[in-house]
T-cell receptor, first 118, second 106 residues
Framework: ETGVTQSPTHLIKTRGQQVTLRCSSQ?????VSWYQQALGQGPQFIFQ???????GRGNFPPRFSGLQFPNYSSELNVNALELDDSALYLCASSLRVSGGTTSTDTQYFGPGTRLTVL | KNEVEQSPQNLTAQEGEFITINCSYSVGISALHWLQQHPGGGIVSLFM???GKKKHGRLIATINIQEKHSSLHITASHPRDSAVYICAVTGNQFYFGTGTSLTVIP
């Protein structure tokens, strides 16, 4: 039990729709990262938020966007859904101390949201 | 070419066997992570290391920075160790291997 929760656990959408996934970080954590894991693949880094600002982004198009709130919970928004967006979406929270970097973060993963796009 | 390569992709072992999973990477890194993912998706961080060796219970992780290689060892394997083990590195972003699916048979 990592203390990181995600909602919903499962979601079915159709092509072209928009989706919002939510992540509640472990208490006290100020950094959240989002990952996409296609079936049979390793996770792919989408982006990271630190203190409500985007702090790094992987190779994902702009229709993938995010927010981090003052309470450090987070949302992942995907617009204009495509069939290939079907995947498990994972968030992970961590505590970055002042002056720290990604390398000093231990990630605590949520259980994921499984998105199916039809 | 993936930045992180793992081997083997699949591994079946008898209970009690010593298991080794290997990870090689091609990018400059600040740290390497070993993660465990159970069916259904939940991921647990096992180790984060940037040099040397770490041990936690029956799990041992080593890293050789010069060779860009890490190994995860499981001693006295048990059926509850059955999971996917993922190697990930942090450089300018996170890069993940595709995972090693381990099945330990009683």
């Amino acid at each position: 039990e990592t203390g990181v929760t995600q909602s919903p656990t499962h979601l079915i959408k159709t092509r072209g729709q928009q989706v919002t996934l939510r992540c509640s970080s472990q208490s006290g954590h100020n950094t959240v990262s989002w990952y996409q894991q296609a079936l049979g693949q390793g996770p792919q880094f989408i982006f990271q938020y630190y203190r409500e600002e985007e702090n790094g982004r992987g190779n994902f198009p702009p229709r993938f966007s995010g927010l981090q709130f003052p309470n450090y919970s987070s949302e992942l928004n995907v617009n204009a859904l495509e069939l290939d967006d079907s995947a498990l979406y994972l968030c992970a929270s961590s505590l970055r101390v002042s002056g720290g970097t990604t390398s000093t973060d231990t990630q605590y993963f949520g259980p994921g949201t499984r998105l199916t796009v039809l | 070419k993936n930045e992180v390569e793992q081997s083997p992709q699949n591994l079946t072992a008898q209970e009690g066997e010593f298991i080794t999973i290997n990870c090689s990477y091609s990018v400059g890194i600040s740290a390497l992570h070993w993660l465990q993912q159970h069916p259904g998706g939940g991921i647990v961080s096992l180790f984060m290391l940037s040099s040397g060796k770490k041990k936690h219970g029956r799990l041992i992780a080593t890293i050789n920075i010069q060779e860009k290689h890490s190994s995860l060892h499981i001693t006295a394997s048990h059926p509850r160790d059955s999971a996917v083990y993922i190697c990930a590195v942090t450089g300018n972003q996170f890069y993940f291997g595709t995972g090693t699916s381990l099945t330990v048979i009683p």
